[in-house]
């Protein structure tokens, strides 16, 4: 790649990043904060101290003897009430006179090292970082060993960053909102719809971000020691950004208690409980009426007491502010809500509520100073997980070369590739052989995407690879983009595309939408294509002399109903938003030099559906007195543009159960009670119809074994996705959900035996209206994608 385009477009889109966020967030004084630059290497280095002219052996807390936590007390012993509070904004001030550093808490890696977060910036030190595809289109790839080997690389370079000074140990990402509704402007972020795909997501990003290698199991979480420390995002419900209007600071999300259990937290305590995540952002909105980050029961009982957090729980930005400024919460002053929100177990203000109205809010009598000391141990015990008392990690040697390396740009590629979804494929156009399509029309709005590709919360790329350049790679190109902009309000740009399709051996079409459409702080009204663009597509696709292939640039789904049924277009693509290497990887998905195997991670729904319900109504189910239709594939099975986990191949496989086990016979003890639930009239209902998961020990497991041959002529992955159906009858529970998956790659003609072990209780189980785990007997289903694979399970208590 030439280097002077590359330079071009990485001040494009550190310019677009920072205009975006200072539009879009209540934080004009946040971009203010001093520069991530730091110029020490860990706090505990004596000749540190020397140079300080303090007496080392005097503190307690760099005495490696002594456990964190009793490091952590001796430190925070020695503050003073105004040191503490200046050291619980997400700008901590560090103490001069106890050789205290500040640190700045604040970085960001949702899918590469990003300079959103002022804890990190790039220069010519580290001009980029390698920017890989954006969450939606990762998650596609159902492949739980990428999600956690890019967490590797990007912990990597963002340890590389902070010895060279230019980044923080503290990222706060991943973003693990479940997808309620299709017009969710951070869907781009996130890993889908479905809970449990979501949970292991964000367990798989956050081990490869956090574990340091041969200390995983540490049974001592106070003392694991953390490669970086990852955080999960946004808790709890928090999925309308700015909907006609209605704003996340002052919405309220009325929610149950059984799609909390079920759907919102189920992510989270995923992230918590397997993931060891060490750090949990609460949200901006309000949940039944209480700001998220003020809720003691959200915080401080679930996710540190049920869960077993180790680690901090830190605000959404500004959101402590947000709460007594735009959610009038209880009339709060300020120190009401500091009063409330370290009560409610929030140990860290991204913003500077706490560090200015910690002292008062004491010396108003509001809070105690053990609340205080509680948040900061939170705190400072992370730090130490991290080394930055001590050195020592294992990291110091990384460095420049290990950011953007081959290796990690080759993964940024690999990943775009096996996140690329194959929504049709008429007649098997695709691939395409290079030696019959040598002349492309290459049209559209996206057909020269670069800083479209990163999406959002990007940092600098290594450099940049636009469909255009991917495709150069494979066939003469012409290029029209067929509209001015994504908004494609003028349509006389369309007949300059009309014209290359006409004379090209084929037309690729790069459509979609971009941050000007979906992104934080901006919900979309509709799931139509902007502008004219479906007159460009239909438009070219009548008159192109060779096949016509439509690729789609997007996070959330788009009504292409047009586009599926138009037999002049041969084949569609969604390519999400793929990242640096985008290109390359969609011109290797078209010219047959990878095979997809991408699914969607969230239902395709038609446009028609966001007139049938308002983007402020929480329920995943149905609500029939309003005539809402259900949300998601669990709870919706109405016509779709294409639904959840669908996604073609270039080859063929082929499914044969070889063994399963059918039944599972539970033997109660005398004491566990048969819990009643709803079943509709005139179904059979079991005599014991369920019991509390809580009742049971849960060890018995649903195994089966399956085949799966490639019978096709070229290599390829298949997703295997697993579901359990529950007993027919039950009353308003989910159609189906996912409950286990696998992408198995086969060599064509090669067969491979794939095995599922399943736990009963996480795999059948489901959440009554009341908010109890229970596990229902009968007749369950386990059915493979499609149906490719299914056999009953008999649930019976003894
Ligand atoms: C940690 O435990 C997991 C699950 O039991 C296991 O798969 C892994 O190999 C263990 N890792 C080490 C380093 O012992
Ligand atoms: C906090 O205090 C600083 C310094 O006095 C001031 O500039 C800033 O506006 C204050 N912020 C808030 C949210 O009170
Ligand atoms: C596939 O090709 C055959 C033969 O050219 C044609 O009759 C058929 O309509 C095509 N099918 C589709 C779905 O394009
Ligand atoms: C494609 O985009 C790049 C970066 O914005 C630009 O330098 C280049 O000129 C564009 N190519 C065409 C053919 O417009
Ligand atoms: C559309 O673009 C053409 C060519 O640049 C321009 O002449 C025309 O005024 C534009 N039309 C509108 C409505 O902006
Ligand atoms: C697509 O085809 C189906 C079935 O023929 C039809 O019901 C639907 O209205 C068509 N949709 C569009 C957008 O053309
Ligand atoms: C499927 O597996 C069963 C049991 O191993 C075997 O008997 C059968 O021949 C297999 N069928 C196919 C089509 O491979
Ligand atoms: C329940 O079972 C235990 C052990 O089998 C027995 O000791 C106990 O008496 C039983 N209790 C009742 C109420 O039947
Ligand atoms: C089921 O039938 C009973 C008796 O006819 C009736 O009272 C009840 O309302 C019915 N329940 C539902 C959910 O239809």
Known sequence: MASSPIMMISVLSLFFIFTANARVFPRRSLLDDPPAVNNFTFVCDPSRYDKLGLDFSSFGFCDSSLSFPERAKDLIDRMTLSEKAAQLGHVASGVDRLGLPPYNWWSEALHGVSNVGPGTQFDKVVPGATSFPNVITTASSFNEDLWKTIGQAVSTEARAMYNLGRAGLTYWSPTINVIRDPRWGRTVETPGEDPFVVGKYAKNYVRGLQDVEGSENVTDLNSRPLKVSSCCKHYAAYDVDNWLGVERYSFDARVTEQDMLETFNKPFEM???????????????????IPTCADPVLLKDTIRGNWGLHGYIVSDCDSVKVMVEDAHYLQDTNEDAVAQTLKAGLDLDCGQIYPNYTESTVRQGKVGMRNIDNALNNLYVVLMRLGYFDGNTGFESLGKPDICSDE?????????RQGTVLLKNDNDTLPFDPSNYKTLAVVGPHANATSAMLGNYAGVPCRMNSPMDGLSEY????????????ACK??????????????????????????SIEAESLDRVDLLLPGYQTQLVQQVATVSKGPVVLVILSAGGIDVSFAKNNSNIKAIIWAGYPGEEGGRAIADVIFGKFNPGGRLPLTWYENDYVYQLPMTSMPLRPVKSLGYPGRTYKFY???????????????????????????????????TQCRDIAYTNGTFKPECPAVLVDDLTCTEEIEFQMEVENTGERDGSQVLLVYSVPPGGISSTHIKQVVGFQRVFLKAGDSETVTFKLNACKSLGLVDFTGYNLLPAGGHTIVVGDGEVSFPVELSFN
Request: charge should be negative; aromatic fraction near 10%.
């Open 271 to 289: 992230c918590v409980k397997e993931g060891d995540v060490s750090s949990v952002m609460c949200s901006y909105n309000r949940v039944n009426g």
């Open 408 to 416: 990690h740009i080759e993964l940024a590629t690999e990943a775009a």
């Open 475 to 486: 066939a003469k190109v012409k290029y029209q983009m067929g509209c001015d902009s994504v």
């Open 490 to 515: 003028n349509d006389t740009f369309i007949f300059g595309a009309m014209e290359a399709a006409r004379t090209s051996d084929a037309t690729v079409i790069f459509v979609g939408i971009d941050l």
């Open 637 to 671: 099975d109405g016509p779709v543009v294409y639904p959840f986990g669908h996604g073609l191949s270039y080859t063929f496989f082929l499914h044969n159960l070889t063994s399963a086990k059918r039944s599972i016979a539970i033997d109660l003890s005398n004491r």
